[in-house]
């Protein structure tokens, strides 16, 4: 690779949202790397885009979100349906509260406070006259 080049590969690596990212964008600048080295172990499987583990790689369209969303959903649904989750999780914290349903007094009013904040907050952007 000469410098220019390298230059490019580097500015592109960058902004790139992941490996799968980069390889893409490279290749549209008819940059081509070198191969990479076959790793030990499991090679990485691509699950295709509507999958959560896509999301976890680094993918934002649409469908990996959504797929990460639902994924959102159904595990505050199970932790909600394990108390010892939320002893795990930790107690007197806003996200305790919010995420497995904790309603003990010290997860209560770490939530309250938290929305008591949160209050505050859009309250003190709305007197400086406009959105936050
Ligand atoms: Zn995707
Ligand atoms: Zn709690």
Not at 60 to 89: H, K, V
Request: proline content about 7%; hydrophobic content about 30%.
């Amino acid at each position: 690779m000469n410098t220019e080049t390298r230059q490019a590969a580097l500015t592109v690596a960058a902004r790139a949202t992941g490996p799968d990212d980069c390889r893409t964008l490279l290749s549209m600048l008819g940059i081509v790397g070198p191969r990479p080295k076959r790793r030990p172990g499991r090679p990485p499987v691509d699950h295709g885009h509507g999958d959560y583990r896509t999301y976890l790689k680094g993918c934002r369209c649409d469908d990996c979100r959504e797929a990460q969303r639902l994924r959102g959903i159904a595990q505050r649904a199970r932790w909600s349906q394990d108390p010892s989750a939320a002893d795990r999780a930790g107690h007197g914290k806003p996200s305790t509260y919010k995420n497995y349903k904790c309603r003990c007094q010290p997860c209560s009013k770490a939530n309250s406070a938290d929305v008591a904040a949160f209050r505050a907050r859009r309250r003190a952007a709305a007197a400086l006259g406009g959105a936050a």
